[in-house]
């Protein structure tokens, strides 16, 4: 069928109703007969939207096969790009001796999926559900608890370059997996809305476009929980092998650490606040933060005690520290974006 635009010519019957003629070529397509209905979508740039009105609560359901020689990491990710596309109900068929693909997907639907359960199995077979929608858990509230979340991993992370604790360390590697599922699970909305299969408005947004901003906040606060894990790992590391650190050099990565924290938490303000002095702010500050950076190395490598291992855990716990800031840019940049688009949208923070 041709992309192009069509030119209709409005014409007038009853006396007062305006009509159009739909497109002959989009009607054979799309199966459309007389009787049927359509939906029209007013849109943010008062065009409009026609699409077959859909089936309310009708599933959207897709399968895959796992063979034995397809490894459990393969497997799991047939299965979340199935869940981020939208699928309602997914059927995984298991030939062979496929009990670790089983069980890695299963793992996985635990610690990183919201509202995913096998609600039917067999030797052969497993069907998974997914139950979790935008109206259980709103679009802002999955991206503020997200955000909130991997604030407080930052937070810990830096009580531990001063005082390291083993235990919570540990504690703020597992939280990574909750800051994924929220990620994944904006994914899933974002791509239902791009789609069709659910409007904008039913989200919370203005328009498609809108997810493309939306998908990108998700993933650049994903990565800042990551860079927090990826400091947590190393300290766990050091706490492990006894591996001291002198204070001043403590002392020097902790502030350093407590500017990216800053400019992590503004870039949030900015976003839920629809602040773009802050956001701007933000931005301007981050670009100081590769200087920042040099000054704290040749103090580290200006150190008596300084060994090749410590140095190298070191180095990664500031260049983690640095992307935390330069993600915190990039939020900014996206919240500057939204409020450009949608400068008479309400603010974020009537999101619950």
């Known amino acids: 069928m041709r992309t192009s635009k069509i030119l209709r010519k409005v014409q007038l019957t009853g006396g007062a109703?305006?009509?159009?003629?739909?497109?002959?070529?989009?009607?054979?397509?799309?199966?459309?007969?007389?009787?049927?209905?359509?939906?029209?979508?007013?849109?943010?740039?008062?065009?409009?939207?026609?699409?077959?009105?859909?089936?309310?609560?009708?599933?959207?359901?897709?399968?895959?096969?796992?063979?034995?020689?397809?490894?459990?990491?393969?497997?799991?990710?047939e299965f979340v790009s199935?869940?981020?596309?939208?699928?309602?109900?997914?059927?995984?068929?298991?030939?062979?001796?496929?009990?670790?693909?089983?069980?890695?997907?299963?793992?996985?639907?635990?610690?990183?999926?919201?509202?995913?359960e096998v609600v039917e199995e067999t030797e052969n077979s497993m069907t998974v559900q997914c139950l979790a929608g935008h109206s259980e858990l709103p679009l802002k509230t999955a991206l503020r608890r997200e955000a909130t979340t991997t604030y407080y991993m930052i937070n810990d992370v830096l009580r531990n370059i001063i005082?390291?604790?083993?235990?919570?360390?540990?504690?703020?590697?597992?939280?990574?997996?909750?800051?994924d599922k929220f990620y994944l699970y904006i994914m899933r909305q974002m791509n239902l809305v791009a789609s069709g299969i659910i409007m904008p408005q039913d989200v919370g947004i203005n328009s498609v476009g809108e997810t493309i901003e939306y998908?990108?906040?998700?993933?650049?606060?994903?990565?800042v929980a990551d860079h927090a894990t990826q400091i947590a790992t190393v300290l766990a590391d050091l706490v492990r092998e006894d591996v001291t650190i002198e204070n001043s050099i403590r002392k020097t990565i902790y502030d350093f650490g407590g500017n990216a924290l800053e400019l992590y938490i503004s870039s949030i303000k900015a976003l839920f606040k629809r602040d773009t002095i802050t956001a701007h702010d933000v931005i301007d500050r981050s670009v100081e933060v590769k200087g920042l950076e040099d000054e704290v190395l040749k103090l580290i490598l200006s150190s008596r005690d300084i060994i090749a291992r410590k140095?190298?855990?070191?180095?990664?716990?500031?260049?983690?520290?640095?992307?935390?800031?330069?993600?915190?840019?990039?939020?900014?940049?996206?919240?500057?974006?939204?409020?450009?688009?949608?400068p008479q949208v309400t603010s974020l923070t009537t999101a619950r």
Request: hydrophobic share 40%; glycine share 4%.
């Open 163 to 179: 005082e390291p604790d083993f235990e919570m360390l540990v504690d703020i590697i597992r939280r990574d997996d909750e800051v």
């Open 82 to 116: 199935r869940y981020i596309l939208g699928f309602n109900k997914i059927k995984v068929y298991l030939h062979g001796r496929t009990r670790k693909q089983r069980n890695a997907i299963k793992e996985y639907m635990a610690r990183s999926l919201i509202g995913v």
């Open 311 to 342: 140095a190298l855990a070191l180095r990664t716990i500031l260049e983690s520290f640095k992307r935390i800031a330069y993600y915190s840019m990039d939020i900014s940049e996206l919240a500057i974006s939204l409020i450009i688009k949608t």
């Open 215 to 223: 998908v990108m906040l998700s993933k650049a606060i994903e990565r």
């Open 17 to 77: 109703t305006l009509i159009v003629s739909l497109p002959k070529e989009w009607v054979k397509t799309v199966n459309l007969k007389p009787g049927d209905y359509v939906e029209i979508i007013p849109q943010p740039d008062n065009s409009l939207k026609i699409a077959l009105a859909r089936e309310r609560g009708k599933p959207l359901e897709t399968s895959f096969k796992v063979h034995e020689n397809m490894s459990p990491t393969a497997a799991v990710r």
